[in-house]
């Protein structure tokens, strides 16, 4: 039983009080396969619990618990519970000159399969995509705290595991070089894994938090780019046997991902802006 929401489900924001400001606004927080949210970084002067203390948490299921089990016994005799869903909407497929990360969630959400699992450590580059994809079908797998190269592993485990559906790994360029490895394993397995790496050159969430710090004389600076040299992206993923391709608009992006979700096998794309 297919039950439509009154409104699409919503992503918590990133920063604690913005988070803070949005868990407010309700009496009750339901957890169900997790445990209430935390700040990943601590602030001088703000909270790291980020739930307001005068809003009531129920552990429905901690992470340990079958979330799929405890939504039904807390409805018992009331009804069959039903599957949330949002409205199916796609948007067009941009042919932008330009590629940015509004291009990029713009072309995933027009293209991605229905049904495809999509893992996201693209953290600040594809921060629309959650919205972007609200009415396709599609399952998520994300963090639960920093980008430090989740992605490519997640995306072949994902991969093993659901061999009849395409998965699509949007990763940030930095963390992607904490696990590149992973790429070998999806090539060996011919395991159906398109990868767009998101590529703007830089650790992006920290450069942000070194300024949020009160560090500006660190933000900006060889800790936090990686344009001294560029990572060559695609002849990294050819050593490891997996083909890729360099794009550097939005009508490319769309090609070259049009082109692997029908192609069986594992892909690399490097967006660059």
Not at 91 to 115: F, G
Request: hydrophobic share 40%; net charge negative.
């Amino acid at each position: 039983r297919t039950v439509p929401l009154a409104r699409p489900l919503q992503k918590l924001p990133y920063f604690p009080l913005q988070v803070h400001e949005v868990l407010g606004r309700y009496r009750t927080i339901v957890a169900i396969g997790t445990d209430e949210p935390y700040a990943m970084f601590a602030y001088p002067g703000e909270p790291r619990r980020l739930t307001p203390d005068a809003v009531e948490v129920i552990a429905l299921a901690g992470p340990d618990g079958d979330a799929h089990d405890a939504p039904a016994r807390r409805v018992g005799a009331s009804g069959e519970p039903g599957v949330a869903s949002n409205a199916a909407t796609r948007t067009t497929a941009p042919d932008d000159p330009s590629l940015d990360p509004r291009t990029l969630t713009l072309a995933v959400s027009a293209l991605l399969p229905d049904h495809a699992i999509l893992v996201d450590e693209s953290q600040t580059s594809g921060g629309g995509l959650w919205d972007a994809l609200a009415g396709v079908p599609h399952d998520v797998l994300g963090l639960t705290g920093g980008a430090i190269g989740a992605g490519p592993p997640l995306a072949t485990g994902a991969a093993f595991a659901a061999r009849d559906r395409r998965v699509l790994n949007v990763q940030g360029d930095g963390s992607a070089l904490y696990s590149a490895g992973a790429w070998w394993t999806q090539a060996r397995h011919g395991l159906d894994v398109t990868t767009v790496i998101a590529s703007n050159r830089k650790y992006f969430i920290p450069d942000v938090e070194l300024g949020r710090a009160g560090r500006r004389d660190l933000s900006g600076g060889p800790l936090t780019t990686l344009d001294h040299p560029a990572v060559d992206f695609v002849s990294l993923a050819r050593g490891y046997g997996v083909p890729g391709v360099r794009v550097e608009s939005a009508a490319e992006l769309s090609s070259a991902l049009a082109r692997s979700f029908a192609t069986e096998g594992p892909m690399l794309i490097d967006a660059c802006w």
